[in-house]
C-alpha cells in the first residue's frame, strides 16, 4: 500500500468531517431552540424522508430494530405468528420478529445476489399452512435490492404482508423505484455506518398507507394520540431532534455519496476482473448502492489476514448465520428447501474497504495488494 495508515472498512467519522460545518450548526439549532424530542426537526425529516423515497409517510423511530419490531407490531404480528426471513442478516432482522412474540421461518437467498430467494417462498408457505405466517421481510443486503417484484406478487397471492428491510439499502431502486416503496411497510437503520447515517442510534418506518403510519405513530410513544392518554398499548422508540437535524443534512449528499461508492466498485471492478475472486454482480433494472462491496474466495480467511498485514482492513457480513447464533439455534423455523447457500456463503464472504470518502487510489491500491497476493501464491 502506498498509504503508511490502516484503511478501515468503513469511516463514519470522515463522512461528518466531509459535512462538518453545515452539521455542527443543525446540532447548534437544536441545542439553542430548547425542544430536543419529537419537534420540528423530526417533523420535517420524516417529510424530506418520505418525498425522497416517493412515499407519503416516514416515521422517525429510535433504531433500525425498532422500526423493524413496530412494523410488524402495526399489522399486528404477534404470539402464534410466524414471520418468513433470511438467516443470512443481521441478527436485528430476527430479533424483531422474536421481541413480537412472533416465530421466525428463515429461508435460503440467492448466492449470486446474497438476499431472500424468491423461489423458496411458494413451499415454505405450503409447509407452514396453518401455522398463521402473516408476513414476510426481504432484506436488501449490502445495499443490493431483494427480487420485490416476485416477492410481492407471492406475497398478494397469499394475502400476506411485505415489510422491507432497507438498513442497508439507502437509495437503492429496482427499475427506478426506491426500495422502501415497495412493501406495505419498510424499515431503516440510521447507524453511523450506514449510507444514510446519524452520529448515534436512530431508524425510521415508511408506507404509503395513512392508517399504519398512524398507527405507528401511536406505537412509537406509549400509544398517545394526545399526551398522557394511551389509546393503545405502546413503547418509547424516538427520533431525538439532534439526529434528525444531522439526517436532514446528510439527505442531501445521500445521492451523491451512494455513487461515490459506485464509482469505487467499478474501480474494484475492473482491477479485480482478472483474480480468482468472485465478485458482486447486480441484477437487471437494479441500482445497487454497496453499502458493502462482497468478493467471495476459497481462501477467504488467509487474504483477509494478508490484507490486514498490509494495512487494509476487511470484514466479515456476517460470519454466523442467525440460525447457527447460541441464542437462536432453537428457536427459528427453517424453510424449505434448507439454507444450504446461507451455510455456503458465510464461509467466503469478505467485505472489502467502502465508503464515499474512500479515494480511487485507495481502492485501486487495494485491489493492485489482492492481484499481488494471487501471483505471489502462483510463482
Ligand atoms: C439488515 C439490517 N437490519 C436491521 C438492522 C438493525 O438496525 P439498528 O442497528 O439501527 O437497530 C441493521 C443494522 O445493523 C441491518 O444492517
Redesign the pocket.
Known sequence: MPTSSFLLPADPKANYLAHKEEIDQAIRRVLDSGWYILGQEVAVFEQEFAQYLGVSQAVGVG??????EIALRACGVGVGDAVITVSH??V??VA?IELVGAMPVLVDIDPTTFTLDPDRLEDTIAQHQGSRIKAIIP???YGHPAAMPTIMEIARRHDLYVIE?C??SHGAAIKGRKTGAWGDLA?F???PT?NLGALG???AVVTDNAELAQKLRLLREYGWQRRYISEMPGMNTRLDEIQAAVLRVKLQYLDKENAQRRELAKVYNSRLSATPLVLPEVGQDVESVY?QYVVKSAERDALKDFLKDNSVGTLIHYPVPVHRQPAYQNRVAIGRGGLQETENVVKEILSLPMYPQMRSDQAQAVADLITSWYKQKCD
Open positions: 433504531s433500525g430494530t425498532d422500526a423493524l442478516t443481521v436485528a432482522t424483531a432484506v436488501h443486503l428491510d438498513a442497508q424499515a437503520s440510521f447507524y450506514k442510534d436512530g431508524g453499502h
